[in-house]
C-alpha cells in the first residue's frame, strides 16, 4: 500500500492550508485513492459503489481504459501548444460537436470549465444583440465567476455579499422557476411563464439573453413540464432575447439524451457544455450558430481551451458515450432508480416527499416541509450510505435533497444493492429519531 496520510491526515492538511470556505462531505469521509468505472476506493481498500460521479462529471466512468489511455498517448506525444498554433485534435472535436449538438449549433469555442463556458456564453449574447440584461430562474446555479454569479439564483452561491440582492441588479431579472412545493408542475409553469410575459412586456429590448438549466441540477432536480420551454423559447423569440441552455450537468447523455432540451424539440441559440464532456479531464464550451459566432469579433483566446490532452480525451469520450449508448442507458436505468425511489416513497412517507428528474438526474425530496430537519435527515442518509458502501450527493434549496447522478456505466445490479441499502438507512435514521425526530444517531 503507498504511504497514505489518511483521513485525519487530509483532513488537518486542508484545514491549514485551504481556504477556510473549502467544505467537505461526511463526519468521517474517506480518503479516496482510486477509481474504476462505477468504483470508488478508499485507502484503506474499501468499495464504493459511486452514485455521484464527482458531482455529475465522470459519466464514462472513472479511469475508464477506452479514455484514460488515449489520454495518456497523448499527454506523451504533444501536451500543449494553445489555439495560436494549428493541432488536429482540437478542430475534430469541434467538428464532432457540430454533429452532436441541435439545429445549427455548429461553432464551438473552448475553455475550461462551466463558469468560464458561461461567462463566454453571456458576454457573446451582448456582442450579439447589443443589449446589456440577462433573465434567469430564480434558484439557478450558473457559476463562480462575477457574471455567472449575477444570473445565479440560488443564494448560497452568490457569495459575494456585495451582489445585490436578487431584483435588485438593474442588469438581471430573476425569473420564478417552473416549480413550487405545494402547486402542481403546470401551475408552477404558468406562473413562471406569466413572470416572463409580464418582465419581456415591460422591458423586452434591454435583455440580451435568458439563461437557463433545462433541469435544475444544484436547486434540487428540477424537471418542468414538457411545455414548458417551448413557450420560453417563442416568447425569447418575440423580443429577440436569445437563450442560453446552460447544459453543463445535463449534457452528454445524463438525462437520457444527448442534450436535456432535446427532451422538449428545443434548440438553443447558444449551449454551454462541461462536466461529463471531459469525464474528469478539464474541458468547457460554449457553442453558437455560425450568426451568432461572427458577432465575437474583438480578440479572445484561452490559453488552456482546446488543448490537445482535454480535446483527445473528449473525442474519447464521445467515442465511448456513443458506442455503448450511454444516452439510452440512463434513460432505461434511470427507470429502474425512480421505480425503486418511488416505492420507497410509498413505504416511508414520512420521509420521502418527492422523486423526480429524468435519466439519471434523479433526486429524492427528504421532509419537504421542514426543509430543515430534511436537511439533517439528508446528511445522516449520505453518512449512512457511504458506510454500506455507497456515495450519493445532496443538493435542492434547503439541502434537503437526496442526488443520485451515477456514472452512466452504472448496472442494474448496482441500482437494486443501493436501494436495498438506502432502505437500511432510511429505517435508521427513522429508528434513531424516534419515528419522527431529527434522525441523527447519538
Ligand atoms: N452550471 C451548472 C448547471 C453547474 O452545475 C455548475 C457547477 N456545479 C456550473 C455551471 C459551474 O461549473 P464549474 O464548477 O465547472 O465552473
Not at 491526515?9 to 492550508?17: F, H, P
Not at 475534430?92 to 470549465?113: D, I, Q, Y
Request: charged fraction near 20%; charge should be negative.
Amino acid at each position: 500500500m503507498q504511504n497514505y496520510i489518511g483521513p485525519e491526515g487530509v483532513l488537518a492538511k486542508r484545514q491549514q492550508y485551504f481556504y477556510p470556505c473549502t467544505s467537505h462531505f461526511y463526519r468521517n469521509p474517506p480518503q479516496l485513492v482510486k477509481g474504476e468505472m462505477q468504483y470508488l476506493y478508499g485507502h484503506d481498500g474499501t468499495c464504493y459503489t459511486d452514485f455521484y460521479a464527482g458531482v455529475s462529471v465522470v459519466a464514462s466512468g472513472h479511469c475508464n481504459p477506452e479514455i484514460v489511455e488515449r489520454t495518456a498517448e497523448q499527454l506523451k506525444t504533444l501536451q500543449h501548444t494553445c489555439t495560436i498554433y494549428l493541432t488536429q485534435p482540437n478542430v475534430e472535436l469541434a467538428e464532432r460537436l457540430a454533429g452532436v449538438l441541435p439545429g445549427k449549433l455548429s461553432r464551438t469555442f473552448f475553455v475550461n470549465s462551466g463558469s468560464e463556458a458561461n461567462e463566454g456564453a453571456l458576454l457573446l449574447a451582448r456582442l450579439h444583440t447589443g443589449r446589456r440584461g440577462f433573465l434567469a430562474l430564480e434558484q439557478g446555479l450558473h457559476g463562480r465567476t462575477y457574471l455567472t454569479m449575477s444570473v445565479t439564483g440560488m443564494r448560497m452561491w452568490r457569495s459575494d455579499p456585495q451582489l445585490p440582492e436578487l431584483g435588485g441588479d438593474p442588469d438581471v431579472a430573476f425569473i420564478p422557476r417552473p416549480y413550487e412545493r405545494g402547486m402542481s408542475g403546470d401551475e408552477a409553469a404558468r406562473r413562471s411563464i406569466d413572470a416572463l410575459k409580464a418582465v419581456l412586456a415591460e422591458r423586452g429590448g434591454e435583455f440580451a439573453a435568458m439563461i437557463v438549466e433545462p433541469i435544475q441540477g444544484n436547486g434540487g432536480m428540477i424537471m418542468p413540464p414538457d411545455w414548458y420551454f417551448p413557450e420560453v423559447k417563442a416568447l425569447l423569440e418575440q423580443y429577440g432575447v436569445l437563450l442560453i441552455a446552460d447544459e453543463i450537468q445535463t449534457g452528454f447523455g445524463r438525462t437520457g439524451r444527448m442534450f436535456a432540451m432535446e427532451r422538449w424539440g428545443v434548440t438553443p441559440d447558444i449551449v454551454t457544455m462541461a462536466k461529463a464532456l471531459g469525464s474528469g479531464v478539464p474541458v468547457a464550451a460554449f457553442a453558437s450558430t455560425d450568426e451568432i459566432a461572427a458577432s465575437f469579433t474583438r480578440p479572445s483566446a484561452s490559453t488552456f481551451g482546446g488543448n490537445p490532452v482535454s480535446s483527445v480525451t473528449a473525442l474519447a469520450v464521445l467515442d465511448y458515450i456513443e458506442s455503448h449508448r450511454l444516452p439510452e442507458r440512463a434513460e432505461r436505468l434511470g427507470g429502474l432508480l425512480v421505480a425503486g425511489l418511488r416505492d420507497l416513497a410509498a413505504r416511508y412517507p414520512q420521509l420521502v416527499s418527492d422523486v423526480r428528474g429524468a435519466g439519471l438526474m434523479i433526486g429524492a425530496e427528504l421532509c419537504a416541509d421542514d426543509a430543515e430537519r430534511g436537511a439533517r435527515l439528508v446528511d445522516e442518509v449520505l453518512e449512512e450510505m457511504k458506510d454500506r458502501g455507497f456515495i450519493i450527493g445532496k443538493n435542492g434549496v434547503g439541502r434537503n435533497v437526496l442526488a443520485f447522478q451515477p456514472p452512466l456505466v452504472i448496472t442494474e445490479q448496482d441500482i437494486e444493492e443501493m436501494l436495498t441499502a438506502l432502505e437500511q438507512a432510511l429505517n435508521i435514521v427513522l429508528v434513531a429519531g424516534g419515528g419522527n425526530g431529527d434522525g441523527v444517531r447519538p
